[in-house]
């Protein structure tokens, strides 16, 4: 189960890279070429109804890395920490290679979701008892699955385009 567990989550962390790095493109000369840092949380300046959205996406794409990581048996106090680095190094090499926007606020709320899936994890222990681990793995193969073959048909579609 630990080597599922160890397969899934990389496959996870590839796609949380591609997403937030890559921003889901295939090619380097799609990624946008700017670079911006942010450092006042959860201020942005011309939008109105987009920051709910991305502070919601921001958090449910880590909630599954609280939730694999507690799978794993890594302690919670950690966990919410490798969420935070994690998060980090994504914010720092968004401006380092002038790839988008680095901002307080996806830090604010990336850890938050690492945080939500470790609380997630013991509401879910509460409820499941010793099945937890197991079920999680279920899901999680089939979210996979689903996501994986989701990119798939985007990536096939966007060549025959």
């Not at 889901?24 to 939008?47: A, G």
Request: glycine fraction near 4%; charge should be positive.
């Amino acid at each position: 189960m630990k080597k599922t567990t160890h397969i899934l989550f990389t496959i996870y962390l590839f796609l949380v890279i591609w997403i937030i790095l890559f921003k889901l493109s295939v090619s380097i000369d799609q990624l946008p070429h700017f670079r911006s840092f942010n450092l006042i949380p959860f201020y942005y300046p011309n939008e109105t109804t987009y920051q709910i959205k991305e502070v919601l996406e921001n958090m449910i794409i880590f909630i599954p890395f609280g939730l694999y990581l507690k799978t794993l048996n890594i302690n919670s106090e950690r966990t919410v920490f490798l969420g935070f680095l994690l998060s980090l190094s994504l914010e720092l090499s968004q401006y380092i290679f002038c790839i988008g926007a680095s901002d307080i606020t996806d830090l604010i709320t990336n850890t938050t979701g690492a945080f939500i899936g470790v609380g997630l994890y013991f509401l879910l222990k509460k409820i499941l008892k010793e099945k937890t681990n197991k079920i999680i793995l279920v899901l999680a193969s089939i979210i996979t699955i689903l996501f994986v073959s989701l990119i798939v048909i985007i990536l096939v579609n966007n060549e025959c385009t």
